[in-house]
T-cell receptor, first 107, second 115 residues
């Protein structure tokens, strides 16, 4: 079993839609969690950290469920510029990345 | 302020050759990590260095080696290249290489193609 698993997608959604990604992790000792965004042929960039209490940054909401060992990312009011691959990351020293979920927002 | 810089941006090698990739971290950052990203996969951890010492190593063969210099820049060396080494090699820097919640900043990577 992979340490961090994600649905690879692609998720094709219209502009303005709400889309949610889930990610599961196998190592219960994982200390911290993150969502990174990666555009085609570019480097990953930190989107947000994920806390047990949940956190929100504008249209983006991330949640962590330690009991079920999954994290989620919700994107509201999708924009064309949200099209990218979203990488779920667990900190097990070092960071362990999922394969990523590809999102395409369509006009 | 300059971000993480990597060189070269692209590289083409043939099987059996050796390659050296370079990385300069953000000014003030003392930790450098290397990741390999094969097309369609997430980045895979190769090495982490902090204060010139190896802090961690991923599941890669001994053909892969790295070092960190006094100015905190780093080199990744790969010997006896195989076709499967073709990938985007990412360097990431962080302030102190601590384990909890420290943010990683990635360079734009070196795209290595092995023919």
């Amino acid at each position: 079993r992979k340490e961090v698993e994600q649905d690879p997608g692609p998720f094709n959604v219209p502009e303005g839609a709400t889309v949610a990604f889930n990610c599961t992790y196998s190592n219960s000792a994982s200390q911290s969690f993150f969502w990174y965004r990666q555009d085609c042929r570019k480097e990953p960039k930190l989107l947000m950290s994920v806390y047990s209490s949940g956190n929100e940054d504008g249209r983006f909401t991330a949640q962590l469920n330690r009991a079920s060992q999954y994290i989620s990312l919700l994107i509201r009011d999708s924009k064309l510029s949200d099209s990218a691959t979203y990488l779920c990351v667990a900190l097990n020293t070092p960071l362990v990345f999922g394969k990523g979920t590809r999102l395409s927002v369509i006009a | 302020d300059a971000g993480v810089t990597q060189s070269p941006t692209h590289l083409i090698k043939t099987r059996g050759q050796q390659v050296t990739l370079r990385c300069s971290p953000i000014s003030g950052h003392k930790s450098v990590s290397w990741y390999q990203q094969v097309l369609g996969q997430g980045p895979q951890f190769i090495f982490q260095y902090y204060e010139k010492e190896e802090r961690g190593r991923g599941n890669f063969p001994d053909r892969f080696s790295a070092r960190q210099f006094p100015n905190y820049s780093s080199e990744l060396n790969v010997n006896a290249l195989l076709l499967g080494d073709s990938a985007l090699y990412l360097c990431a820097s962080s302030l102190a290489g601590q384990t909890t919640n420290e943010k990683l900043f990635f360079g734009s990577g070196t795209q290595l193609s092995v023919l």
